[in-house]
């Protein structure tokens, strides 16, 4: 979850770790802080609770004299409460050593004993200072910060990624990685290290990816990768396909409102290269091979949070498309289960980050259980991806917003896609349907530009509703996940309780939380929808609003039996029943975010979360 950036070369390392914390802030903003060595190869150290401004507060009353070789963190709090003496950097070898970390170091609570039962003082409540004394500890026999690093990582036990300068060797910045992301950076006559790319695109766009359990040592003019047994690996470079202004608000208000702005674009950007001549080809699969795809029995997709929810919808397409069954599952509990797996079964990993802990771990039990693995991510370098046999990316671009909306509907597309590749793999699917779901896939980013046309309503909307305590969301069929996320979002958002429920439950029930007054979203199916839904959700509609509810209906244009019945109507343009959602989720992120607004909150950096969950 932590943001991490290293830098080592000729400019000044306090404007390059500041500005790469600046675009890593969402991976955690409990508190902040830099070490860097100066020109007189003396180490020095800030650090502050609170969000990455107090840092920049502290080092303007507080400055320490700038230099060529720094580490910068910015926190998202696991061991010890988000305090000034829990920030990092934390120290080791009376102060002349700096070491940052990312994770969770399982047997801390051993380790640090073994270290008091030496005489050592500690000033933190964190683990990671654990991490820091014994690698302070290693280095005053090794004399040299990889090797020192390299005998305390062995251990280790736990997710980390771990950076360490000591002023004795200004120049060096050494960073290891266990199930925690790191990549490097390629510069000229400077290198970088980052929980992500962010934290140096605004320098380079060459990376390097870095594997488990390897270690990395940067110099200005060199890099070095070793495994932690100190044998030397092979890096794979890579060119990251996006620049610096893209991470940037651009004078948008907020990272959230610039991103749904981009939500066309990321599913257009999902869709380019991919539907071809009236039909889908996905080259990217060929790491799997249609002869294994036509022998899969079972699909199960394993997300989290708003990924699961995308799964949802892929579920609802793939099993028509393929006619394969799928299954979608928590990610955190699915290896927990023992499931049953074999070679006949795909699973599909989503992850916006690539580095989603329990995905992760995830994805590694289905490969050793004999799967075939296939991720959908959109993070180039990232592990999850590394990890499976084949990656489909999303192509949707940065998100820096903690609650995720583009990354959402581009996942949906690629789920879509990779149904429709598996219909025509498997030849359950004849040309036409696939040409006639080519071209509604290929209409949704218009469509859902003209969706976005109604943000103005939507605001006013969530104006009148600033002090609502709860809000209800249902749906049915497809229109159940988008529930799931319009509620989810809420509640992330503008912390208010907010429940997503089907809508054929409500008198199983969640109708008994319908009191006067009760906000009540209903996602509405065409009434050209051909499970004949529509008049029952208009029943459900009329069941509510006689107990007192307030309907917000999100309906297609056009649905004149909804109108008596609502007393809002957000319309989203005509579509397929299948790809409807991907329409009617975009009323649902601008209201959360404009409620939120509307309350003051901040709406990029919710309370208590991080972009990237890379703990389990």
Known sequence: MCGIVGYVGDSKSIEVLLGGLRRQEYRGYDSAGIAVIDVDGHL????????????????????????????????????????????????????????????????????????????????????????ALLVGKAYQETKDVTEALRQVVARLHGAFTLLVVHEDQPGVVVGARRNSPLVIGLGDGENFLGSDVAAFVEHTRRAVEIGQDQIATIRTDSVSVTDFDGNPVETKEYEINWDASAAEKGG???????EISEEPEAVAKTLLGRVVAESVRLPELDGIGDEILENIDRIVIIACGTAAYAGMLGKYAIEKWSRIPVDVELSHEFRYRDPILTERTLVVSISQSGETMDTLMAVKYAKEAGAQVLSICNTQGSSIPRESHAVLYTHAGPEVAVASTKAFL?????????????????????????????????????????????????????????DTKSVLFLGRNVGFPVALEGALKLKELAYIHAEGFAAGELKHGPIALIEPGQIVFVIVPSPRDPLSLHPKVVSNIQEIRARGARVIAIAEKGDAAVLPFADEVIPIPLAGSLFEPLLAVVPLHIFAMELSAAKGLDVDQPRNLAKSVTVE
Not at 92 to 110: P, Q, S, T, V, W
């Open 252 to 258: 948008w208000s907020s990272f959230m409102a610039k």
């Open 44 to 131: 020095d150290s800030r650090k502050k609770a609170g969000k990455l401004q107090a840092l920049v507060d502290e080092l303007e009353s507080n400055p320490i004299a700038d230099g060529a070789t720094g580490i910068g963190h910015t926190r998202w709090a696991t061991h010890g409460g988000p305090t000034d003496r829990n920030a990092h950097p934390q120290l080791g070898d009376n102060g002349k050593l700096a070491l940052i970390h990312n994770g969770i170091i399982e047997n801390f609570f051993e380790l640090k004993e073994e270290l008091l039962a030496e005489g050592a003082v500690f000033t933190s409540d964190t683990d990671s200072e654990v991490a």
């Open 410 to 466: 581009a996942q949906v597309t690629a789920l879509y896609l990779l149904g429709l590749h598996l219909g025509r793999v498997r030849s359950t699917i004849n040309p036409d349907e696939i040409a006639a779901a080519a071209a509604e896939l290929n209409d949704i980013p218009e469509k859902i530009a003209e969706v976005l046309l109604s943000a103005a309503s939507i605001k006013q909307l969530a104006h009148w509703m600033t």
